[in-house]
């Protein structure tokens, strides 16, 4: 435990990111009331043990010198000096905004008010205060829920005819003051008058919020760990609600949603810090502050100069002005969207503040699809309904829905939902992370709703003030319309703008700042970034986001057009070599157009075309459906039923398909390849530069790569080579890979199959209980998403090196969807030649590509 000019130097592990940048701020002589910090480490001992030696003795000495630093003693008014109040406040290693719990006047008893009242001789100040503190700390200490507190307020303003808080009286507030008193005092939870036992009892509800289940969803989001325990700051209050030369607000040093450069930042007078965060009231503009209190201005704008020249880094600032003086409360790296870490990464390189380098470090790699999110198409655009303001950028469309229950409902059926809110609270998480997009009618640029909408990617317009939400009744009402749960909304995240109905949208437009910075990233990145793709389309747009061609286009998917299917079927069903053919013959024509399209948009560049991987029966109709078809009557429906019942297998995902199937049904093997050698052959004829490459999925062992190797060569034989390869996806594959190598070209590791086969477990069913088991600590993260290095990661380094040394010219890359996630970019960066991404996360693989040679 430490007072602030104690810890200089020490980590944020230790002292919490708050903690930590109260002592940062302090040490640069920024005006930041005295406290102290108990660790982290108590916090672990504490949940850990339940008890931490020493703890109150240490507490009392820190307070000791609090009083000291103050000159007030704690609780207590002495002649006309006000008591020393304090802050109880979390502060986790890793930002993680609501979720944990803040207790603010601490110290007070009635006591404490008369002294209070009797100090600055504003008894409505006291009573305001000691009002807040019980309504805190009966939710946060005592349990009780904030409705109760905020219903009894309600209440007592409808009977004294109040519009707002500030309408109420000193004996309005006295009078709810003691009325919260008795409520908790009846619940059987009385209300500590003694400050030490307030102190002890915000201290230990301070570390248990760490287990808050709020806090552990936040934490399974974000993959933050769950052992890091939360420190605690205790700072001495100072006071926003004196008067209108008081109050509070919090500042960014560059725009949080687009960048830009500029104090930006929201500030509400005669108020305390909660009505801020937690977007209670709609508070204003920081720039107002220029016309009324033009010297306050200047002086945030060089306290904002001066955080930025000290954390290097854009910051989120909160302070409080008491009685005109400025006091910074808390500073940490400000939250930003993926287009403003772009911008504020490329322009503090540029004014010098940052090296490129780390400029190029500084943007996490795996938020960048959220740049290419799309916005309205203002050109085929209604008038929108609504309009509130900005707060996370991209449009999206979906179904309105008016708590976490009503999002989770449309979700399970696979339909968008857009969450509709009053405001929104750290309760709302689910639904949050669930939801489409987001719409609040209360509350500003930096309310909850906004900062954990940028945070997740979710586009949301917040402070719509026109809306009226009443989320009991499932309904919400703007402008004399009525919206009920289930009809559609647009939202445009960029302009605030708000649309009944889903409004066509456009893809975004390419970012400046985003190629600038790639520029210069691209000089450190060794590694190929190719895209998966199987449609022209698709490989046009990768090929525009940098991808150096296609890594794996999946033919199955070519299977599956309407007109198409029948052919696939009567595949299926052929009784004679001559039926097989006509089916194979039609097939062909069509993979062959395929194969030129996408060519064509990767010309010059090399496309890996991977052979049929799925079980034949997933092209058939479910079971179900042919059964009803064919008791109807249906002759076809009979047949495939018959073939589908042979065909069916317990686990199709270790059956009959991959090489398996191709090495069986050998027709279709040379369908494909033919296609693909044939397309080659007329682009090259039309004076195109053609590169295809074919692999074949799912093998075990070595004959197989012989067996489909000879396959290929017969028409090599016609056609000229190209690469030959296999994926590496089974691990058997991988351990043999020493004998398998030489019999190939290149090997594309299908990380998502080796995953799923190296742990045992379905890839398409573990989203069922991965998450829990993340959750509950068992895995670091879901190994879907991200590349397990210790076990896949040994697999996939052990057939590299076996299968170079087997074969020095051998290919190597990754097509599994780890190819775009950042983590798993870095750790293969030095081991293969190139990753494949989808299309929009080609930006990630370049980016993250760029940082692991750095
Ligand atoms: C893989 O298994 O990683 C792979 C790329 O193939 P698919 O996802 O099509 O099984
Ligand atoms: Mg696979």
Known sequence: MYLLEEAEGFSKDLLGGKGFGLVAMRKAGLPVPPAFVITTEACRRYLRTGEVPGLWEEVRAKMAALEGLTGKRFGLGEGNNPPLLVSVRSGAPVSMPGMMDTILNLGLSLQGVAALSRATGNPRFAWDSFRRLLAMYGEVVLGERA??????????????????????????????????????????????MDPWAQLEGAVLAVFRSWNNPRARVYRRIYGIPEDLGTAVVVQAMVFGNLGEDSGTGVGFTRNPATGEKGLYGEYLRNAQGEDVVAGIRTPEPLDRLKDYAPELYGELLRVAERLEGHFRDMQDFEFTVEKGRLFLLQTRSGKRTAQAAVRIAVEMAEEGLITREEAILRVEANALPGLLRPAVDRERAPRPLLKGLPASPGAAFGHAAFSNEGVERLSAQGLPAILVRPETTPEDITGMYLAKGILTARGGLTSHAAVVARGLGVPAVVGAEALRVFPEEGRAVAEGVEVREGDLLTLDGSTGEVYLGAVPLVEAAGEAYLHKLLAWAEPY????????????????????????????CRTEHMFFHEERLPWVRRLILAATPEEEDEALQ?????QKEDFKGILKAMDGLPVTVRLLDPPLHEFLPPLEELRQKAEAGDEEARRLLERAEALREVNPMLGFRGVRLLLLRPGIFRMQLKALLEAAKELKEEGLNPRPEVMVPLVADPK??????ALAEELFREYGPIPFGTMVETPRAALLAAEIAPLVDFFSF?????????????RDDAGKFLPRYVEEGLLPFDPTERLDEKGVGRLLRLAVEEGRRANPALKLGLCGEHGGEAGSVRFVADLLDYTSASPFRVLTARLAAAQAGL
């Open 147 to 192: 409705e109760v507190f905020e219903g009894m307020l309600s209440a007592l303003k409808e009977r004294k005819g109040a519009r707002s808080d500030a309408d109420l009286t000193a004996e309005d507030l006295e009078e709810l003051a003691h009325a919260y008193l008795a409520h908790l005092e009846a619940r059987g939870t009385p209300f500590p």
């Open 525 to 552: 990145r060794r590694l190929g970034v190719r895209a998966n793709a199987d449609t022209p389309e698709d490989a046009r747009r990768a090929r525009e986001l940098g991808a150096e061609g296609i890594g794996l």
């Open 586 to 590: 039609a097939l062909f024509r069509f």
């Open 704 to 709: 197989e790569v012989e067996r489909a190797k």
């Open 750 to 762: 299908g990380t998502n199959d080796l995953t799923q086969m190296a742990f045992g477990l379905s």
